[in-house]
């Protein structure tokens, strides 16, 4: 039976807020903004796509950052989808009131209209569309102008607070080993027990 809140239930505690959504296994991305000479990242996890036609992708940003302000001013950014060996450019990026420059980690400006992380699983070439509010974080919606994606490079993971792989399920012409498999007939790419 779906629960439902009453009018005297109290709002969650900040703590198991937090701890509901650590839950939640999230890809890891650097916002990269150009700023002056220099590239300043933001780490996201909250990045998730909006609309195909037209093409937007969406991600929230703490309005007490000091780079939230950055991102609204500089009008275009890169988003950067880290690959599972990049978490120490993750912790880097999430230093709060660091310098979080890291345009020595960027590809040559040449090559995109933003700021290009290396060896990234995907980058995305954006333009600000809109910023709206949401409560202490601000919306921030991208209209997605190039995509380069490395679907040979595994993406880095996010859950319960620790940075993780991703593994996958045997695929169905993975060979398997002898009594892993029920009669699963058509449903082998499911069924493993
Ligand atoms: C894995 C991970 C994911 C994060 N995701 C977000 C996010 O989606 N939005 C956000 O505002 N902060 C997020 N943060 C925290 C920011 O990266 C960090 O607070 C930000 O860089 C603040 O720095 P500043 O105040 O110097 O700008 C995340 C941190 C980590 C480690």
Redesign the pocket.
Known sequence: MPMTLSRTAREPDLATFRAAFSQLP?G?SIVSVPYGDTV????????SSLSADPPLLM????R?????D?LVEAGCFGVNVLAEDQSSI??H??????S?DIAHLCMDASTTSSPALADVAVHFDCTLEAVHPGGD?SIFVGRIHRIVLRDDIDPLV?CGGR?RRTERFPSSDAQPAVGQWANIGDFHDWTFW
């Open positions: 999230s890891v300043v990242g933001i780490t996201v996890s909250s990045l991600f929230n940003v703490d007490r950052a000091r780079s939230h950055l993750s912790d990026c999430a230093r709060r009131g660091s979080k974080h996010y940075y």
